[in-house]
């Protein structure tokens, strides 16, 4: 079993659609990030969270510790928002640990 | 450009033969890592740096691979006699101090593929 779960693996949906990927970890973290994707291959930094919730601009971000679990939300989805998004949590060893990744694909 | 550049952005090489990838992190950052992301999959931990000291190796990282940080800027990760199961994104990214509780900037990637 990966240490960071991630659901689910591919998404697919229409335009304005309220979208949630969830990601689970079983290792003691530091930090949560979520990343994403684009098809080049470049990786963004969205969050990077150890607690509570974020927001910036359509895009949310909560964990529960004590569930260890996150949750990302995109608000009025756009077919740009079409990505793959990646959960990563910070190690008690000081590496990233990776999730395998959502690939969300929104249709106009 | 002020974030983390890879170069080659893409690598095409026959088995057999050696390469080497180029990261440039952001300038004041002190810790430089090197992930690898198969298809489908996540990025994989293979090494990191705090300036020029190579503090941790991953397993993934067998003896064909070499990395330096030889002034603790910019860092090279050499493949020795390619295989095809090395073909990949090779990811680079970098962070002031450690990852705890600090934002890391991620390159581009360079993706290479063995033939």
């Known amino acids: 079993k990966n240490e960071v779960e991630q659901s689910p693996q591919n998404l697919t949906a229409q335009e304005g659609e309220f979208i949630t990927i969830n990601c689970s970890y079983s290792v003691g973290i530091s930090a949560l990030h979520w990343l994403q994707q684009h098809p080049g291959g470049g990786i963004v930094s969205l969050f990077m969270?150890?607690?509570g919730k974020k927001k910036h601009g359509r895009l949310i971000a909560t964990i529960n510790i004590q569930e260890k679990h996150s949750s990302l939300h995109i608000t009025a989805s756009h077919p740009r928002d079409s990505a793959v998004y990646i959960c990563a949590v910070d190690g008690r060893d000081d590496k990233i640990i990776f999730g395998k990744g959502t690939r969300l694909h929104i249709l106009p | 450009d002020t974030g983390v550049s890879q170069d080659p952005r893409h690598k095409i090489t026959k088995r057999g033969q050696n390469v080497t990838f180029r990261c440039d992190p952001i300038s004041e950052h002190n810790r430089l890592y090197w992930y690898r992301q198969t298809l489908g999959q996540g990025p994989e931990f293979l090494t990191y740096f705090q300036n020029e000291a190579q503090l941790e190796k991953s397993r993934l990282l067998s003896d064909r691979f070499s990395a330096e940080r030889p002034k603790g800027s910019f860092s090279t990760l050499e493949i020795q006699r390619t295989e095809q199961g090395d073909s990949a994104m090779y990811l680079c990214a970098s962070s002031l101090g450690g990852h705890r509780n600090t934002e890391a900037f991620f390159g581009q990637g360079t993706r290479l593929t063995v033939v």
């Open positions: 969270l150890s607690s």
